[in-house]
């Protein structure tokens, strides 16, 4: 078996995959090799010594390799594991920035807004690379993809590929978390089930694991009790949308505020997310890329006057050798054990084409549910009916996501900017039009030509 993670040599993924991969007995039964690819060179030797290291202290004996050549990473591949970003916090300081100065309310920037809709544009292009060659070299592989914005990058694979995929995220768990704090309950005793779009999913079943008592009483009761004040940019977007629509959505208002246009109430971080001066000159012709907030989590604004150094994460993720080797609660080596190993694994949330799992969401666009992954395959569950509003907010993005790659496919400015103009922070015509053309202008040479 041949597993090529992509995009190995990021310092949270290239780790994390490591230990799934050299953690699961099941997976090391077999003749593994590991293949380690990213187009960034100098990260290579770092992220190959690391995973000798991690197979050494675990026992494994398996072929280990890495390259930056695709196409050796994807030869006779069974897997690929892609998490990819170009330029990361460069380009999203626009996707950020840009919508704000014609009025928008953007928010993060990652998977929703004008932002989201060229972060997609450039992941798409990228990721439509991987694919195509998989078609070639690897034609019955399976792409398990973590590349965000998952939902858009996914419709791509799917609607322009041939390529067995599914779409992962572990954003259910936020969601799980939080409930596990409202309920004041462990979170391996809760049993949910959610569906929806990826970043914006809604718990339809919360229920005790061991007694299978309905837990949304209970969830209802204890949220009106709770402090309005209490984890306000993670929860408070959530509460109002429960209370509203009767559902709790996953997972935390930064991502869910970004495809609902009056949710910026219930995020107070965004005023401090990406921050400069513009009389000092923008980060991306600076090349000073602002500090990413994603939240008042954590108290980030109690830095230094005067920090060491720059300071562009506010959780600064720790040198690989010094981690802690565990299962990172990611799904994609569960769904290979059970797809390659035996296994039989249930995965909370897999993104993959609509077949009459998500009612009332057109055929064929991608949703998230939840999965059943064994020897007869990778088996969606079928959800129960959302109510009308919560498919109101959902079919509008499957909308948007349809005109997007649509305008990829048929390299159509037009087609873009009905994406666009569709986009709920979009408010003006004409400053819709501006914002395209500058982005356009300004991240060219990783977008498609567009006419």
Known sequence: MKIAVIGAGSEEFGPASVHDIFLSDLLNKHNLEVCLMDINKQSLPGIHKYAEDVAKKLGRDQKISSTANLDEALDGANYVITAIEIKRYHYWAQDFHIPRKYGFNQVYGENGGVGGLFHALRNIKATLEIA??????????WLLNYTNPLTKVCEAVNR?????????CHGILAGKHQLSQFLEMKEEDLEVKASGLNHITWFQSIKHKETGE?????????EREAHWLAEWDEIALSRMLMRTYGLYPSPGANHIVEYIRWAGDFLASDKVQFFYDPNEGHPWETGKIPTWIYSLQGNPTQVPLY??????LVFELG?????????SREYAIPIIEGLSCGANNSI?????ANDNFVPGIEQGAIIEVPAIVNENGLQPQQAEPLPEGVLGILRTQVSINKLLIEAFEENSKNKLL??????????SYNNAVSCMNEMIALQKEYLPELK
Not at 132 to 141: G, I, T
Not at 214 to 222: E, G, Q, V
Not at 418 to 427: F, G, S
């Open 319 to 327: 040198k690989a050798d010094n981690r802690e080797i565990r299962f």
């Open 418 to 427: 009905q994406a666009i103009l569709l986009e709920p922070t979009v408010d």
């Open 160 to 168: 322009l590929t041939s390529i067995k995929f599914v779409g992962l």
């Open 214 to 222: 309905d837990l949304y009483p209970k969830l209802k009761k204890r």
């Open 348 to 352: 909370d949330a897999v993104n993959v």
């Open 307 to 312: 920090p060491e150094k720059d300071i562009n």
């Open 132 to 141: 195509k060659r998989m078609e070639k070299l690897c034609p019955d592989a």
